[in-house]
């Protein structure tokens, strides 16, 4: 079995940064690509940014380019999420997911393996 455990959220104001972080436990290998994914209030989730098992290759929205960077430290068991110049839109719940083969997907029906999600508001 494999976890991801999300962190790093909060309250931040906007125009801030923030860097979330996936900590995957356990049967790590069950976890190649990794990718985030968010959604806000009343909206489905949404794709943000996925990244390759070696960190070669990684995928970002076009809504949240230049502003979402994805990255992995696998000797850490780590993903992570950093979000330049937060906007009030970018409020909602941030969940990383794992699948155990193949590059990044945009679609949350190819990955596996959830956190629970980790909240982000962002205020004006």
């Known amino acids: 079995q494999v976890t991801l455990v999300e962190s790093g959220g909060g309250l931040v104001q906007a125009g801030d940064s923030l860097r979330l972080t996936c900590t995957i436990s356990g049967r790590t290998e069950y976890v190649a690509a990794m990718a985030w994914f968010r959604q806000s209030t009343g909206k489905e989730r949404e794709f943000v940014s996925g990244?390759?098992?070696?960190?070669?290759?990684?995928d970002v929205a076009e809504s949240v380019k230049g502003r979402f960077f994805v990255s992995r430290n696998n000797a850490k068991n780590e993903a992570y999420l950093d979000v330049d110049i937060l906007k009030p839109e970018d409020t909602g719940v941030y969940y990383c997911?794992?699948?155990?083969?193949?590059?990044?997907?945009?679609?949350?029906?190819?990955?596996?393996?959830w956190g629970q999600g980790t909240q982000v508001t962002v205020s004006s």
């Open positions: 997911a794992g699948r155990a083969r193949g590059y990044p997907s945009q679609s949350e029906e190819d990955y596996r393996t």
């Open positions: 990244i390759s098992d070696n960190g070669g290759y990684t």
